[in-house]
């Protein structure tokens, strides 16, 4: 039993921003029946996918963590620095002043 009490903390959490994002703003959000953490932090931002994609998804899903940069940050995404895959994935914005 308290090798579960760990566990259930892990999994209170959600998604955690890789250490250039701590302190971030968090935005969590639903889109196409998924769920995604957003942390922007400045002009660089991460996108984190939760929950399992299946075969043959993947591809879908990386379009849509794309399309949601702008919608949530406000800002243009700079397709050059983009990095990461369907699960998570970082680059470098273009925010108006």
Known sequence: MKALIPLLFLAA?????????MGAK?????????DYTVFQ????????????????EHQDI???MI???PRVTGCRLRDSTLTGDSGEMR?????PA
């Open 13 to 21: 959490c959600g998604a955690s921003p890789a250490p250039e994002f």
């Open 26 to 34: 968090r935005t969590d959000v639903t889109l196409n029946g998924r």
């Open 41 to 56: 932090k400045g002009e660089r931002v991460e996108v984190i996918r939760l929950g399992y994609a299946k075969r043959g």
């Open 62 to 64: 990386r379009a849509t």
């Open 67 to 69: 399309e949601m940069i």
């Open 91 to 95: 680059g470098s914005l273009d925010c």
